[in-house]
């Protein structure tokens, strides 16, 4: 599972997704960039698609991309 926040919006789903170092900014399969922060791509995704009416990093859900990383190790049967 990948690092990435998403957020519905008036054009479709809107991701931000960690790559590497830089979080890649998308609607829907079209990408708006690759930029340093999160802050960043949304200020992308509002310059490119105004109509988006995309929201505040505040309403976007996070999800984390080692969500069982607290967890043991299986041991084999």
């Known amino acids: 599972m990948l690092a990435q926040y998403v957020a519905p919006t008036r054009l479709g789903t809107a991701r931000i997704v960690r790559h590497g170092r830089q979080w890649r900014a998308l609607i829907n399969d079209a990408e708006y960039g690759r930029h340093e922060t999160p802050e960043a ?11 988006a009416r995309v929201p505040g990093l505040p309403q976007w859900s996070f999800t984390d991309d080692h969500p069982l ?3 043991p190790n299986p041991r084999a049967a």
């Open 69 to 71: 990383a607290s967890l």
């Open 41 to 51: 791509a949304i200020a992308a995704l509002r310059e490119g698609e105004p109509a």
